[in-house]
């Protein structure tokens, strides 16, 4: 059950044909958002979307776009694609930690990037698991409903959601 009723899980073949492709920026296991340790994920005030334990060192672009923002420490990715669609990519790590071991920003604010490109790299071996993320749509109430269909999911393998247009 999501926050946000737009969120919807359904199989691969229910969306095959619908919407616009989100390629996922990190690997890990999906949960929903409201397992997110953090209240402004998890009550939905930033927006909709889904939560992850992730199991990878490395942040990519989910689509073609450009990079709004990076912050704390490249643990906080704001992407925008060309269409309009914004994502926060955005790992909650506890601040005793920075600056992160092995940290190598690879693309910058106001880059270009293609999906799947390396936008962040960094060693999480010291840092204590699980890890939570999420990818929160920022203007998901111009959209329509956001489909997912996995619950372990390949950074720059899968398709992490689509997302489809506002029904008028």
Do not use: W
Not at 36 to 41: D, L, V
Not at 64 to 77: A, C, H, N, R, S
Not at 89 to 102: E, H, R, T
């Amino acid at each position: 059950m999501s926050i946000h009723k737009q969120v919807i899980f359904a199989t691969e073949q229910q969306v095959v044909n619908l919407g616009f492709p989100v390629v996922s920026p990190i690997t890990g296991k999906v949960l929903p958002l409201e397992e997110h340790p953090e209240a402004i994920f998890s009550t939905g005030t930033l927006g909709c979307g889904l939560a992850f334990e992730i199991t990878s060192h490395k942040i990519l672009a989910p689509f073609d776009g450009v990079i709004e923002q990076i912050k704390m420490g490249g643990t906080e990715v704001y992407f925008k694609a060309k269409n309009g669609l914004r994502l926060l990519v955005a790992l909650d790590i506890n601040p005793m930690y920075f600056p992160l071991s092995g940290l190598a920003i690879k693309k910058h604010e106001n880059q270009t990037v293609k999906a799947a490109e390396p936008v962040v790299h960094f060693d999480l071996r010291k840092v204590p698991t699980p890890i939570v993320a999420s990818v929160t749509v920022l203007n998901h109430k111009k959209l329509g409903a956001i489909y997912y269909s996995q619950v372990q999911i390949t950074a720059g393998e899968d398709i992490l959601f689509k997302v489809t247009a506002k029904k008028r």
